[in-house]
């Protein structure tokens, strides 16, 4: 199994506090910092744009996945072009996702396609060739802290073979829910990418030991 990546989510941070927290995530050996950016429409809550994320750009060296859960998505890969590495959008919201990759990878960044619990892959499975990532949601997105839907990982599992059946290299990541109890289950259905909020930013553990433990039940 390919060494999975681990990608801390922000959301439940300390957002008054929120440049320690970036950098004790990168210090703890964080890959990939997960940026969430909500609007109150495609999600019920509203978090953050594009001039937080360049606060951030100054204080890690971080790669960046940003989540767009945003409607209409294409009208903002601009804003975020000069921060982002990998730029996720989803396909519930994106009738055109193959122009909406085209432009994400004109701007220099990596291509990703989100699908919610309830969307089939049948949905991104015309995108596979054109995705540098997928990520499925394991949990109905909105807020962090909640409890994994585990069948979402059956989905997982169908996606990694249809990806491996063609010859294509996309990364899966999955977003919700993760935790040191499910990680390496996680990693067995196929993904390469685990977005942990609550497990890394929470009150029960410093950052670094979070990190560790997520690591340590990866082996
Ligand atoms: C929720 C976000 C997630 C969130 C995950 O809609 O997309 O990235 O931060 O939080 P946990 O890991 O706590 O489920
Ligand atoms: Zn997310």
């Known amino acids: 199994m390919p060494q999975v990546k ?4 922000i959301l439940t941070a300390d957002f008054g506090r929120l440049a320690d927290e970036v950098r004790a995530a990168e210090v703890a050996g964080a890959d990939i910092l997960h940026l969430d950016v909500m609007d109150g429409r495609f999600v019920p809550n509203i978090t953050f744009g594009p001039l937080l994320v360049e606060a951030l750009r100054k204080v890690t060296k971080l790669p960046f996945d940003l989540h767009l859960m945003i409607v209409e998505p294409e009208r903002h890969l601009d804003a975020f072009a000069e921060t982002a590495d990998t730029i996720n959008v989803h396909i519930e919201v994106s009738p055109h996702i193959n122009r909406t990759l085209d432009t994400i990878h004109r701007l220099g960044k990596r291509a990703g396609v989100c699908l919610n619990p309830g969307t089939s892959v049948a949905a991104i499975e ?35 073979k249809l990806l491996d059946a063609g010859g294509y290299g996309a990364d899966i990541e999955i977003d919700g829910g993760v935790k040191a109890g499910n990680a390496l289950q996680c990693a067995r259905a196929g993904a390469s990418v685990l977005v942990c909020g609550s497990s890394v930013f929470n009150r029960e553990k410093s950052v670094a030991e979070s990190v560790a433990a997520l690591r340590a039940a990866l082996g």
């Not at 681990?6 to 989510?9: D, I, R, T």
């Open 6 to 9: 681990l990608a801390p989510s």
């Open 126 to 160: 015309e995108s596979l060739p054109d995705a540098d990532q997928v990520m499925v949601m394991t949990i109905n997105p909105g807020w962090g802290g909640q409890q994994m839907i585990p069948r979402q990982l059956e989905k997982v599992a169908r996606i990694r």
